[in-house]
C-alpha cells in the first residue's frame, strides 16, 4: 500500500480522522491556513507557495492508497482569500512568474477534476480566487449559509478564467453565470444552493459537522462504485476542456495588459478602480 508524507505542504494543515481502514483513518482533514507563509493570519491567501501547494496536493491525495476521501476547508474568518497582491503583481511584471502560475492554475483545475477520491469542500465566510477553484470543483460543495463566493476576476482587470467557465455554466446555467461572473456579484451560500452552485448549504454551526459526515459516508462506501461514478460524471467537465483552455489563456493574457496594473492600485488603495469610464 502506498502512502504519502505531507510534510512538505507549509500552507496547508493535513491531518487525518474518519473510518479506519486497515488501521488507519481514511479521510484526509486538509485545511488552508491563514497563518501560513504568505498568510495574513486571518484568511488563507494563495502566494507563491500556496497557489502551487493547492494544485499539487490532489496529486498526492490520488497517489495515497490509505485514503478513501478528502475534506478542503479554510481557517481564520473564511474559507479562502484569493491571490495575495503581491503575486499577482509579480504575475504582471514578469513573464516567467506568469508562465509558472498559468500552469499551476491549469494543473488545479485539472487534478481535482482527475483525482479518483472524493472530494467534499466545507466553505464559509469569504471564498475567493484559487480556494474556490477547489471549494466549486469539489465533488461535494458544502457552504456555510453566511458564506460569501465571489469570482472577482473582471474586477482585477483579468477575464474570469480559473474554473469559471468550466463548470459555472453547468452548474448555475449561463444567464447566472455571466451574471455573477462579469460583474463580480457576490453569492451567499444560501443563494449559492438555490441557483444550483453548490451542492448543500446548511447553517454556519453545522458546517463541519455536516462535511465531515458527507466524507465518512464517502469512506465508508464502495470505493470502485463512487470513484468510477465520480470519473464518468467528470467527463462533462472534460467536454468543456477547450473552454476552460481559452479562458485560463485569456486570463493570463490580462495579466501582461495594463488593465490588471489599475486592478491592482484600486485594491491596494481600497477603491473602485477607473477603466477609462468618465466619472
Not at 474556490?132 to 465571489?150: H, M, Y
Request: hydrophobic share 40%; proline share 4%; net charge negative.
Amino acid at each position: 500500500m502506498q502512502t504519502v508524507d505531507y510534510s512538505r505542504y507549509q500552507t496547508l494543515a493535513i491531518t487525518r480522522r474518519g473510518p479506519l481502514v486497515n488501521g488507519t483513518p481514511s479521510v484526509l482533514d486538509i485545511r488552508m491556513r491563514a497563518d501560513g507563509p504568505g498568510g495574513n493570519g486571518k484568511l488563507p491567501t494563495a502566494g507563491h507557495d500556496g497557489h502551487w501547494e493547492l494544485s499539487e496536493i490532489w496529486r498526492d491525495v490520488g497517489r495515497d492508497d490509505s485514503v478513501r476521501a478528502a475534506v478542503l476547508r479554510g481557517d481564520g474568518l473564511g474559507f479562502s482569500g484569493g491571490g495575495d497582491l503581491a503575486l499577482v503583481q509579480d504575475m504582471a511584471s514578469d513573464f516567467e512568474v506568469r508562465t509558472r502560475v498559468w500552469k499551476e492554475a491549469r494543473d488545479l483545475v485539472y487534478n481535482v477534476i482527475n483525482c479518483d477520491k472524493p472530494i467534499v469542500s466545507a466553505m464559509h465566510g469569504p471564498a475567493v480566487g484559487a480556494g474556490l477553484v477547489a471549494g466549486l470543483l469539489a465533488d461535494i460543495s458544502i457552504a456555510a449559509r453566511s458564506a460569501k463566493i465571489v469570482d472577482g476576476h473582471t474586477r482585477l482587470g483579468v477575464a474570469a478564467g480559473d474554473h469559471a467557465a468550466i463548470v459555472w455554466p453547468l452548474l448555475c446555467g449561463m444567464a447566472k453565470a455571466k451574471y455573477y461572473l462579469m460583474l463580480c456579484e457576490p453569492v451567499s451560500g444560501e443563494e449559492a444552493e438555490r441557483i444550483g452552485l453548490v451542492s448543500l448549504a446548511v447553517d454556519d454551526a453545522q458546517l463541519l459537522d455536516k462535511a465531515y459526515e458527507v466524507a465518512d459516508r464517502l469512506a465508508s462506501g464502495s470505493t470502485s462504485a463512487i470513484r468510477w461514478t465520480k470519473y464518468s460524471l467528470n467527463n462533462w467537465l472534460r467536454q468543456a476542456g477547450p473552454s476552460f483552455d481559452t479562458s485560463l489563456a485569456l486570463e493570463f493574457m490580462g495579466f501582461a495588459g495594463p488593465d490588471v496594473r489599475e486592478g491592482v492600485a484600486s485594491l491596494r488603495e481600497k477603491r473602485p478602480p477607473r477603466y477609462g469610464a468618465d466619472s
